[in-house]
């Protein structure tokens, strides 16, 4: 059996779990990431596009902005299109020069997989079956096996950066988590295609047919997205039919800017709120999506995975190196405080947008008439892009 120790155990090499390991290896803290998956699939998956500023500001504090600063596209507004119309939320005006930063996930995540190769700290892919043990007391270790291997990591701290299905949050006794949820009854279904986006910025659609996003990843390469069925099988969306669906969603303005082309990418996410409370028992944290998820419609998933792993590394950092716990003591509550109100933004934004059931009803009306309110409301507005470039870090 292989025993090996660290510092800080990371689970998960998403975002939060690279970021982290970025933070604290600045700090000096050492740390040792497990992931159960390649690099290559970890690099590859298709997910978040919106940066908030704040996240920004991270990325450019730490030296990893450079390729982001180069490549991404700053938005300064984003639009919301009902009943034919199309909004502009002027986002940088309205909120004292903020922006957006329109850069993926993955390449997000293959400039952290860089920074880590070139601290030189060791990850290790396809690490099976991972599990913690003694969380609860004074030398928690984990387990896992590699390449059939049995090994241990024995270590001061475990961060649970594993995402929605991890270990993490699964290993803490049910007696000390609370949950909420809440599952809504559709997903989305999202395609990549090699063509210039329809716009310049994002587009959020509400339509009696249903919700459709407009996004990008760069001047030649788009993201789109339709409200489906939760269920809904690929089969059922030929390239021809998602196209078809996103003109009538998105309007004629959209339309006519339309270039269509093959997907190179297509898939089906299920849309829900989740928040495990509280996020640490005794040496284990959790960040990221291991603690929470939003829908997609408030482009608040990773921005809020990077707030909580700042958080963290300043709290573990201390707790390493002065021996200073009361950081870590308040890592939950100072995360969670932040975490509900982008919660709460991703729910409204996703209740505003989505069509919940067919035909006419009190809450299809209720939206038109928050949607007229916003569309002629200067305060309405900028409460909208108050939270879409992002709420202030808790710690800043
Ligand atoms: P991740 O990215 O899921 O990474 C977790 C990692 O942990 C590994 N893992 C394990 N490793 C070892 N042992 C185990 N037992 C393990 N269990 C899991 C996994 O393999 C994985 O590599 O979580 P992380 O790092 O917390 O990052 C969270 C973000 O990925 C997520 O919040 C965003 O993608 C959400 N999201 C968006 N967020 C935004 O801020 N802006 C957006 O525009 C945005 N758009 C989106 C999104 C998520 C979407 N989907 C598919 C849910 C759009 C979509 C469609
Ligand atoms: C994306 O580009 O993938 C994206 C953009 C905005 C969202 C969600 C996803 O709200």
């Known amino acids: 059996m292989v025993k090996d120790r660290t510092q800080v155990a990371i689970i998960g090499a998403g975002p939060s779990g690279l970021l982290l390991g970025h933070l604290l290896h600045r700090a000096g803290v050492e740390t040792v990431i497990l ?11 298709i997910r978040a596009g919106v940066l908030e500023q ?39 005006g309205l909120t004292g020069g903020k922006k957006v930063m329109v ?25 099976e079956d991972v599990s913690i043990h003694g969380a609860d007391g004074e030398s928690p270790f984990l387990r896992y096996k590699k390449d059939g ?28 988590i609370r949950t909420f949820e809440r599952v809504y009854p559709f997903g989305w279904l999202g395609i990549l295609a090699d063509v210039p986006p329809c716009a310049d910025e994002l587009i959020y659609a509400r339509h009696e047919r249903g919700f459709a996003l407009a996004s990008m990843r760069s001047h030649v390469r ?34 006519a800017r339309m ?14 709120s989740f928040v495990a409370e ?12 291991a603690g929470h998820i939003v829908p997609p419609t408030g482009a608040k998933g990773l921005n809020l995975a990077v707030s909580d792993v700042r958080i963290l ?38 209740q505003l947008m989505h069509k919940f059931g067919e035909g006419e009803s009190f809450e299809t009306r209720v939206q038109q008439a928050e949607l007229s309110y916003l569309f002629s409301s200067r305060a309405a507005q900028q409460a909208l892009a108050e939270n879409y470039v992002g709420l202030p870090f808790a710690d800043a």
């Open 35 to 45: 992931e159960r998956h390649t690099r290559a699939y970890v690099e590859a998956r």
């Open 54 to 92: 704040g996240t920004v500001d991270l990325l450019d504090e730490i030296g990893l902005g450079g390729r982001m600063r180069r490549e991404g596209l700053p938005h300064k507004g984003v639009n919301l299109a009902f009943d034919g119309a199309r909004h502009r939320i002027d986002l940088f």
């Open 103 to 127: 850069y993926g996930q993955t390449e997000l995540t293959k400039d952290l997989g860089d920074a880590r190769d070139a601290s030189g700290a060791p990850i290790v892919y396809e690490a």
């Open 149 to 176: 291997e049995e090994r241990t990591l024995a270590c001061d701290f475990i961060a649970a950066c594993d995402g929605g299905h991890g270990v993490g949050r699964r290993s803490m006794p049910t007696s000390v």
């Open 222 to 255: 788009s993201r789109y997205y339709v409200q489906c069925a939760i269920d809904e099988r690929l089969e059922n969306w030929p390239d021809e039919r998602i196209w078809d669906e996103l003109k009538i969603r998105l309007g004629p303005e959209a339309a």
């Open 259 to 272: 270039t269509m082309g093959p997907s190179i990418e297509k898939s089906v996410a299920p849309l829900r």
């Open 278 to 289: 509280p996020l640490r028992w005794g040496r284990l944290f959790l960040a990221g999506d």
């Open 313 to 350: 590394a300043r709290a573990l950092t201390a707790a390493c190196q002065k021996g200073d716990p009361s950081l870590i003591d308040r890592y939950s509550q100072d995360c969670l405080a932040r975490v509900w109100k982008a919660v709460r933004f991703s729910w409204w934004m996703t």
